[in-house]
């Protein structure tokens, strides 16, 4: 299968910026292409929604509550997804988790669909 590894989580106050990057790993075999990856968020006592989205075409979507401040970003070359998110609010406090589907060639030459999540890393932004 495929590994999501996310990194970039942390504090800030109001205002400030956090970068969020995830990289798409393969336990065995090689990536062959990846259709889909995306950045959701689950704050305490919510469900878990989508925040950004970059698609195989180069599309991209969001919610409505960070258009104009985060933007997703992909390097196909590292199979990384990126989120920069700015002009943070104590509201985009919450567990942000990375998404990626797509294909990969297993080690005995098949290939295999892959949906795969990161375990996720916390966003805090104090007042």
């Known amino acids: 299968q495929v590994q999501l590894v996310e990194s970039g989580g942390g504090l800030v106050q109001a205002g400030g910026s956090l970068r969020l990057s995830c990289a798409a790993s393969p336990e065995s075999g090689s990536i062959s292409r990846i259709d889909a990856m995306a950045w959701y968020r689950q704050a305490p006592g919510k469900q878990r929604e989508l925040v950004a989205g970059?698609?195989?075409?180069?599309?991209?979507n969001y919610a409505d509550s960070v258009k104009g401040r985060f933007t997703i970003s992909r390097d196909n070359a590292k199979n990384t997804v990126i989120l920069q998110m700015n002009s943070l609010k104590p509201e985009d406090t919450a567990d942000y988790s990375c998404h990626a589907q797509g294909l990969y060639r297993r080690r005995d030459g098949n290939y295999s669909p892959f949906n795969s999540w990161g375990r996720g890393t916390q966003v805090t932004v104090s007042s």
């Open positions: 970059i698609y195989s075409g180069g599309s991209t």
